[in-house]
């Protein structure tokens, strides 16, 4: 077991100090680090055990990171295991994320449910583009075919609404093809099903 020197431990900035070990390695440990594992200078300490303090380090600097994220707004867990990962090692995200969903800080479900209700009451989009959207932001599978299921109600009113707001002018004449065909599109973008799109169209020029 290679044995290591805590050279020194100096007050770096705020909470944070910076311990030399071994005369030129430096780290950066809050202070509750270095009162958790007892450090202090020119004491001897194992590799092995300089490595769990690092990464003991790693994982405070991650929780408080992941916690700053979610009081600025929701994540899914596979949203905020990665943002996290753009600095930090993969296992730490991992802990972090598990800690944070099993305190309830993150939850799936009521992501998904709060993003589907956005979606589809405010932005006025179809089952397929909101399931592209969950994806997006990591929420897939079970959890989200759920959520959106559970939202259908009213589909064919949301439908006619989008229709009615963004599209009433291509939808005079009803033997202008091209204008009706571009509206036709526009609804698929929105993620409508096209049978529903079909129905809708012809009730909104029939009147």
Same mark, same amino acid.
């Given at each position: 077991?290679?044995? /290591? *020197? $805590?050279?020194?431990?100096?007050?770096?900035? %705020?909470?944070? #100090?910076?311990? =030399?070990?071994?005369?030129?390695?430096?780290?950066?440990?809050?202070?509750?680090? *270095?009162?958790? +594992? &007892?450090?202090?200078?020119?004491?001897?300490? &194992? &590799?092995?055990? #300089?490595?769990?303090?690092? /990464?003991?380090?790693?994982?405070?600097?991650?929780?408080?990171?992941? /916690?700053?994220?979610?009081?600025?707004?929701?994540? &899914? +867990?596979?949203?905020? #295991?990665?943002?996290?990962?753009?600095? +930090?090692?993969?296992?730490?995200?991992?802990?972090?994320?598990?800690? /944070?969903?099993?305190?309830?800080?993150?939850?799936?479900?009521? #992501?998904?449910?709060?993003?589907?209700?956005?979606?589809?009451?405010?932005?006025?989009?179809?089952?397929?583009?909101?399931?592209?959207?969950?994806?997006?932001?990591?929420?897939?599978?079970? @959890?989200?075919?759920?959520?959106?299921?559970?939202?259908?109600?009213?589909?064919?009113?949301?439908?006619?609404?989008? $229709?009615?707001?963004? +599209?009433? %002018?291509?939808?005079?004449?009803?033997?202008?093809?091209?204008?009706? @065909?571009?509206?036709?599109?526009?609804?698929?973008?929105?993620?409508?099903?096209?049978?529903?799109?079909?129905?809708?169209?012809?009730?909104? =020029?029939?009147?």
């Amino acid at each position: 077991m290679i044995e /290591m *020197i $805590i050279t020194s431990i100096e007050k770096y900035k %705020g909470e944070t #100090f910076c311990v =030399i070990a071994d005369g030129n390695k430096r780290v950066y440990l809050h202070r509750d680090i *270095i009162a958790k +594992y &007892s450090l202090k200078a020119d004491m001897e300490i &194992s &590799s092995e055990d #300089f490595a769990r303090v690092l /990464m003991a380090s790693e994982l405070r600097r991650a929780t408080r990171r992941a /916690m700053y994220l979610i009081n600025e707004r929701e994540y &899914s +867990y596979i949203g905020l #295991f990665e943002k996290l990962k753009n600095n +930090y090692p993969e296992d730490i995200c991992y802990k972090v994320a598990n800690h /944070m969903a099993a305190k309830g800080y993150i939850n799936d479900k009521r #992501f998904a449910e709060a993003l589907v209700y956005s979606y589809m009451e405010c932005k006025l989009y179809g089952p397929k583009r909101v399931k592209q959207e969950l994806y997006r932001r990591g929420i897939r599978g079970k @959890t989200a075919d759920e959520a959106i299921e559970n939202s259908l109600d009213g589909l064919k009113h949301r439908l006619m609404t989008l $229709i009615e707001r963004k +599209y009433d %002018g291509y939808l005079h004449d009803p033997d202008d093809i091209k204008a009706i @065909t571009k509206v036709k599109n526009g609804l698929v973008r929105a993620g409508y099903d096209y049978d529903d799109i079909n129905r809708a169209v012809k009730e909104y =020029i029939e009147g």
